[in-house]
Nanobody, 126 residues
């Protein structure tokens, strides 16, 4: 059974940086696409970024392009989300999720991911 554990969320000032981690276990890491989503208070879960099996392809939501970077380390079975120039509106619970397909179904759709972590809270003070 695939399990995902996020970490790295905390309180940070606007303009600051954080790196979130997504530790993967229970499967073959290289067979899964990793997606990051976030959910602010009272809001729907929204797509942030995704990375393909080898890391050669990435996608970002427009709201984070140029500020966030997604990558993965197969030696550690871990995915990462590097967040820079954080804004108050980035405040949310951040989730990582995985699925096997890169392009067959939309990357931005939470329903198309098979396994989810428990989430990690990121709070950006203005």
């Amino acid at each position: 059974q695939v399990q995902l554990v996020e970490s790295g969320g905390k309180l940070v000032r606007a303009g600051g940086s954080l790196r979130l981690s997504c530790a993967f276990s229970g499967g073959v890491f290289g067979r899964f696409v990793i997606g990051w989503f976030r959910q602010g208070l009272g809001r729907e879960r929204e797509f942030v970024s995704a990375i393909s099996w080898t890391g050669s392809n990435t996608e970002y939501a427009d709201s984070v392009k140029g500020r966030f970077a997604i990558y993965r380390d197969k030696s550690q079975n871990t995915g990462y989300l590097e967040m820079n120039n954080l804004r108050h509106e980035d405040t949310a619970v951040y989730y990582c999720a995985v699925r096997e397909s890169w392009s067959r179904v939309p990357l931005w759709s939470p329903q198309e991911y098979d396994y989810w972590g428990q989430g990690t809270q990121v709070t950006v003070s203005s």
